[in-house]
């Protein structure tokens, strides 16, 4: 009988092309996500080597990261990123790769878009040149963020050399309680093992919590790997993954829906498969998690105060801790409920989809947000805003006085003019809390669309749960 | 790319962990759709103060630190975004090796393709290398895999065996892929399920 094995390991097993003596194994890509940033100058290397892209027929481009969320009426005011967008149009075309630019009707965050669409399925390789590609681990895909040589070498050859990671159990049991979500389980698990402790390993998520999330919620867990240093992180499809992929665009249809359901009935971890490494959280005991420093490990639970750098031993990571706390300019041993904050953010390809959506809006419905604040709600797709639209979601939020914008990257990574002022402080949906991340001087917290929406009301960081009970 | 030789350079030291790309080089320069002109944007926002002067208390800002090829940082340097604009920055700014602890796994790939060396050492080593006075510099050698201090000694440095090989001849990995293409062409045609990016949607 052949050993136990991990999804993780199942899904390597069945994507090496070949593994020579003295390299690293060849695994075979089943699909290229394709963004402006991080391509031109992958097209620019094949023209160079008068090469053509192997399998355009699984490959997909999307424009996102530097794209206005201004009404598309009104052009690109910024001539680099409006070239930048032009040259992925270009490249595209001349490539033969289809692309939703930057005035199609489908345009959206690649991470939104794939899977809306039905590109993501389980079993698959999916690579994209970000580091959020692990968001579609979430239908049991063994995705991962690459390089812009490693996107040259996927167009090129649609084949990656690598190295096998070792597998890591993020067993997820217990119920959450209320206003406590999928941003908080992840936020938590980088708070416990740290922005490096997932490094060299794939995650698997696993545990009854996993399995009561839904595929929104599982692509918010999976999507912030990378932020506690797991290149990928997936959980195993089940009735839940095929019901949310069935009759998209791109999903297999009649007779081979069907064969491809019986081969991913088969990718779950089999009874007894081993980890090399393994943490567990207990759902029940979280509360809402938001950050107090500048990377996504520095997180606590949002009653929590803010850790003090003289209780580290370790002279390097006490400074760390303390050049954090100053460029946040905050004070060991303080609570962060309360702090008064500028912006509100609520969008990224953790959480714009029309679920983050909803539970936003379900907080500010008959609110205002509060006069101090500017808010801005970002959808992951075009296709997420129309849905918002049709459940008048974009109405809650702009009589609540929240700004309502068109798709795309957004304030997440501050490339397209949505941005901080320095000194300004945000609550913000997003996974990145970097020193400048969301605009040079700008001070990031991060937290939950519930925990986004109630701070947006007061004007300071809020336990979403005191405006629950009201 | 060149040939990866040994070399000897002092050393910048930057003692700072968890040293993420989006510090390394800021979001708002990977507009450009070039490789070239990033070595004034490495550490754009640490080393230039809001009014766009050199902050004169970032290591980088010393008049010694602009000739100096090997970088010294803290533990889990280059984690975060996958821009390999920061590798790009930090070669063209004159870097060969950054030292730390650990590497994020995705800045470490992109490394080892643009000839810029990730090398790993233990935290012993690590904390003589940041207590070594400004003028001192260690020598590293790519094929023996060694790092050497100033007082003589020889530190070893895990490299994997296939990037070794292609930095020390200077070499990438497309033609050793293209050499796979009979296996490539056998595991293409058995593949299933496969989707149709191209079918009008």
Redesign the interface.
């Known amino acids: 009988m052949q050993k136990p094995r991990t999804i993780i390991e199942k899904l390597w097993d069945s994507h090496v092309v070949t593994e020579q003596p003295g390299a690293p194994a060849l695994l075979y890509i089943d699909l290229h996500l394709v963004h402006e940033v991080t391509s031109p100058q992958a097209f620019d290397g094949l023209r160079k080597r008068g090469l053509k892209v192997r399998r355009p027929d699984l490959t997909f481009a999307t424009t996102d990261h530097s794209t206005p969320t201004t009404p598309k009426s009104l052009p690109i005011v910024d001539p680099v990123a409006a070239t930048q967008v032009r040259q992925l149009e270009k490249n595209a075309a001349e490539f033969g790769i289809p692309c939703y630019g930057f005035h199609s009707p489908k345009q959206g965050i690649v991470h939104v878009i794939g899977p809306e669409n039905g590109l993501t399925q389980p079993g698959m390789t999916v690579v994209c040149g970000d580091s959020h590609t692990a968001t579609h681990g979430a239908f049991g895909a063994l995705a991962f963020g690459i390089g812009t040589s490693e996107v040259e070498m996927v167009l090129a050859t649609q084949c990656l050399p690598q190295r096998k990671s070792k597998t890591f159990e993020v067993r997820v049991d217990g119920t959450l309680r209320e206003g406590v979500t999928a941003k908080d389980i992840i936020l938590a698990l980088c708070a416990k093992v740290g922005i490096g402790g997932g490094t060299g390993s794939v995650f698997e998520y696993t545990g009854t919590a996993i399995r009561a999330l839904t595929i929104e919620e599982r692509m918010t867990v999976c999507n912030m790997s990378i932020e506690a240093g797991a290149r990928a992180g997936l959980i195993a499809p089940d009735d839940a993954t095929y019901q949310y992929l069935n009759g998209r665009t791109y999903a297999p249809k009649g007779t081979d829906w069907d064969e491809a359901v019986e081969r991913w009935r088969a990718l779950p971890s089999d009874e007894g498969a081993v980890y090399d490494k393994g943490v567990t959280i207990d759902a029940s005991t979280l509360e809402p998690m938001i950050t107090f420093g500048t990377n996504p490990g520095m997180g606590m639970q949002i009653s929590g105060a803010i850790p003090d750098p003289a209780s580290i031993s370790d002279p390097v990571e006490r400074e760390s801790l303390a050049k954090a706390l100053r460029y946040m300019a905050l004070e060991p041993g303080k609570p962060l409920a309360g702090q008064p904050i500028d912006v509100v953010f609520i969008g990224s390809c953790t959480n714009s989809r029309i679920t983050d959506l909803r539970a936003a809006a379900g907080v500010l419905k008959g609110r205002k947000v509060s006069p101090k604040v500017r808010v801005m709600v970002v959808p992951g797709s075009q296709e997420i805003k129309r849905q918002a639209e049709a459940e008048g979601l974009d109405k809650v939020f702009q009589a609540a006085g929240a700004d309502w914008r068109e798709a795309g990257c957004s304030m997440c990574i501050a490339m397209n003019g949505d941005q901080l002022s320095p000194g300004q402080y945000s609550v913000s949906t997003s996974n990145r809390n970097f020193e400048g991340r969301q605009g040079k001087g700008g001070r990031t917290f991060l937290a939950s669309p519930l925990t986004a929406a109630a701070s947006a009301v007061t004007g300071v960081v809020t336990d979403v749960r005191s405006l629950l009970a009201q | 790319m060149i040939k990866f030789s040994s070399f000897e350079s002092k050393l910048v030291q930057l003692?700072?962990?968890?040293v993420?790309t989006?510090?390394i080089i800021?979001?708002?320069f990977?507009?450009?759709?070039?490789?070239d002109g990033l070595d004034d944007q490495l550490f754009y926002?640490w080393r230039y103060l809001?009014g766009g002067e050199p902050n004169p208390e970032f290591v980088l800002n010393h008049d010694w630190a602009k000739t100096r090829q090997i970088l010294v940082a803290?533990?889990?340097f280059g984690?975060?975004?996958?821009?390999?604009h920061a590798p790009w920055a930090l070669t063209q700014y004159g870097f060969r090796a950054v030292i730390s602890t650990?590497?994020?796994?995705?800045f470490k790939?992109?490394s080892l393709?643009?000839s810029l060396l990730p090398v790993v050492v233990d935290a012993e080593t690590h904390k003589k290398l940041?207590a070594l006075p400004a003028g001192a510099s260690v020598k590293i050698d790519l094929s023996a895999q060694t790092l050497t201090l100033p007082d003589g000694t020889a530190v070893e440095f895990p490299v994997?065996?296939?990037s070794k090989?292609l930095l020390l001849e200077g070499v990438?990995?497309?033609g050793?892929?293209?050499q796979?293409e009979d296996?490539?062409q056998a595991?293409?045609a058995k593949?299933?399920?496969?989707?149709?990016?191209?079918?009008a949607?």
């Open positions: 003692p700072v962990d968890n993420d989006d510090q800021p979001a708002r990977l507009k450009t759709i070039s490789k926002d809001p803290g533990d889990n984690c975060g975004s996958s821009r390999e650990s590497f994020a796994d995705i790939n992109n393709k643009n940041l994997d065996e296939f090989y990438d990995e497309l050793y892929v293209h796979q296996a490539i595991f293409e593949r299933l399920g496969s989707i149709n990016t191209l079918a949607a």
